[in-house]
């Protein structure tokens, strides 16, 4: 059983940093991508990063670039999303996915075959 476990989120006011954490079981974590996503209510989950564990490419949104980073620490099995600059726009429940299969374009949610629970960001203006 894959297993992503999620935390980091929080409430913070506009122009504010977090740092999300996702921790992978060693299965999960030999990934061929981890990514993160976001759904805001109403709205359709969205690719936010994601990272190549071969390369260590990294991909984002480009309503995320230059505010946002996705790293990986391998001693850990974990991923980050350290998220800077922070906008009410980006209030959202955020997911950590993993997929051992890629094969797609990075911010396609069907290319992920596991998804932790979700922690919520709240951004206030």
């Known amino acids: 059983q894959v297993q992503l476990v999620e935390s980091g989120g929080g409430s913070v006011q506009a122009g504010g940093s977090l740092r999300l954490s996702c921790a992978a079981d060693?299965?999960?974590?030999?990934?061929?991508?981890m990514g993160w996503f976001r759904q805001a209510p109403g709205k359709e989950r969205e690719g936010v990063a994601a990272i190549y564990s071969g390369s260590g490419r990294t991909y984002y949104a480009d309503s995320v670039k230059g505010r946002f980073t996705i790293s990986q620490d391998n001693a850990k099995k974990t991923v980050y999303l350290q998220m800077n600059s922070l906008k009410p726009e980006d209030s959202a429940m955020y997911y950590c996915?993993?997929?051992?299969?890629?094969?797609?374009?990075?911010?396609?949610?069907?290319?992920?075959?596991?998804w932790g629970q979700g922690t919520q960001v709240t951004v206030s203006s």
């Open positions: 996915a993993a997929s051992r299969t890629g094969g797609g374009p990075w911010d396609w949610p069907s290319m992920y075959n596991a």
């Open positions: 060693r299965y999960t974590y030999s990934s061929n991508y």
